[in-house]
T-cell receptor
Framework: KAGVTQTPRYLIKTRGQQVTLSCSPI?????VSWYQQTPGQGLQFLFEYFSETQRNKGNFPGRFSGRQFSNSRSEMNVSTLELGDSALYLC??????????????FGEGSRLTVL | SQQGEEDPQALSIQEGENATMNCSYKTSINNLQWYRQNSGRGLVHLIL?????REKHSGRLRVTLDTSKKSSSLLITASRAADTASYFCATDLDLQGAQKLVFGQGTRLTINP
């Protein structure tokens, strides 16, 4: 069974640009969660999607958005990039919603650098 | 502020020794999980312990949970160089009916050959 796939793995953007990151969950998993990881703040929860609906959202500005498609693949978008958005963005999938808080399966992440 | 906090922030030991990491949290939980992350990679689930469990084993891993003290510990026995990684505890946080998994800042473990 293929694991969680995130693309792209690395990308460099400049301030003010926008970026879209993609996540393909494990086959059969319907929940996709996104996390931002930085040295200063650690792992911060961004949002969770289940059955194409955002079920939960972390404390991030509206520049951070996401969506989930009918095949459970998810994308997250960050608009008007700021230097502080430089981070490793991790996607995780699970069989059920986070309300069941079972095991999360993580992708390798997308490392975003904002110049 | 973080729901879970690991202690110590960094730990360096010799191969073959045991490594113990601790996690403290603030609110009541349904379960607590431990994850490992190799440098710059994704996280890998190690073990989940439910709030009604006190101890759980998986191979060389032993996890304890003390809900009265709101703390957990992860013990890695007979450490190996391949155990070098960051270790995170994660707890479920219920915010107005919507739960999320909240991670601590992690313990960076270095195993010296």
């Amino acid at each position: 069974k293929a694991g969680v796939t995130q693309t792209p793995r690395y990308l460099i953007k400049t301030r003010g640009q926008q970026v879209t990151l993609s996540c393909s969950p494990i086959s059969g998993h319907r929940s996709v969660s996104w996390y931002q990881q930085t040295p200063g703040q650690g792992l911060q929860f961004l949002f969770e999607y289940f059955s194409e609906t955002q079920r939960n959202k972390g404390n991030f500005p509206g520049r951070f958005s996401g969506r989930q498609f009918s095949n459970s693949r998810s994308e997250m978008n960050v608009s008007t990039l700021e230097l502080g958005d430089s981070a490793l963005y991790l996607c995780a999938s699970s069989l059920a919603r986070l309300t069941n808080t079972g095991e999360l399966f993580f992708g390798e992440g997308s490392r975003l650098t904002v110049l | 502020s973080q729901q879970g906090e690991e202690d110590p922030q960094a730990l360096s030991i010799q191969e073959g020794e045991n490594a113990t990491m601790n996690c403290s949290y603030k609110t009541s939980i349904n379960n607590l999980q431990w994850y490992r992350q190799n440098s710059g990679r994704g996280l890998v689930h190690l073990i989940l312990i439910r709030s009604n469990e006190r101890e759980k084993h998986s191979g060389r891993l032993r996890v304890t949970l003390d809900t009265s003290k709101k703390s957990s510990s992860l013990l890695i026995t007979a450490s190996r160089a391949a155990d070098t990684a960051s270790y995170f505890c994660a707890t479920d946080l219920d915010l107005q009916g919507a739960q999320k998994l909240v991670f601590g800042q992690g313990t960076r473990l270095t195993i010296n050959p």
